[in-house]
């Protein structure tokens, strides 16, 4: 694991740190621990990118990601913390042996203090006993944008309770970088696995 603190590095000198420690050859997570502020986002923002160019993902998905992860932070910022409190980014990348798959999951833990405290968290834990969506409670309470642009572009998306007491949002992707897609075993695994889990509810 490679670790980051953004607290008060400035923008070259943080973004030269981050882009240095990529590694194309090896599975790597990137724990990037930053103050919440706006500054910060576009550093995160563009470390994304310079990932996907590392790796030479298709340009339309690097456009992609960058927008989605910034909208994460962004909202992790305006939403889910105070000013000056450390929330936390974890990047995580692998690429097949051959080259042609990608992998990439960000996710976004907020300390749960901002304009939609800790109760988002826990609502959502709640009505995961209910068996209600929990996509619907965060829509309600962030807004539906953010959602509506991942829930097309991505693999996974996922909310759950962070260890820094707020939320924690998680993305996954795969692409083969062949043809911009997942490749047709990972979709097939997928699908596997939604039935799985229609199967357990059922008997649930």
Known sequence: MKEFFL????????FSDLVNAIDTENDTIYTIHYRSDFANSKI???FVGAIFDAFEVPVPWRGRFVLITDE???NSIEHGSEK???????IK??????????RISVEVHDTGKGRHKTDLADEMLHKKDEKIDSHEVYMGKRGRGLFRITEKIVD???FGVSNKGGLVVK????????NNSCHEEEKTEKSHEKNAEKISEKKS
């Open 7 to 14: 607290i008060e590095q400035p923008y070259e000198s943080a």
């Open 44 to 46: 995160i923002r563009d």
């Open 72 to 74: 994460l932070v962004n």
């Open 84 to 90: 000056n409190d450390i929330n936390e980014c974890i």
């Open 93 to 102: 990348t692998h690429r097949k042996a051959d080259n042609s798959l990608f």
């Open 156 to 158: 996974k998306l996922t």
């Open 171 to 178: 993305i996954e992707k795969c692409i083969d970088t062949n």
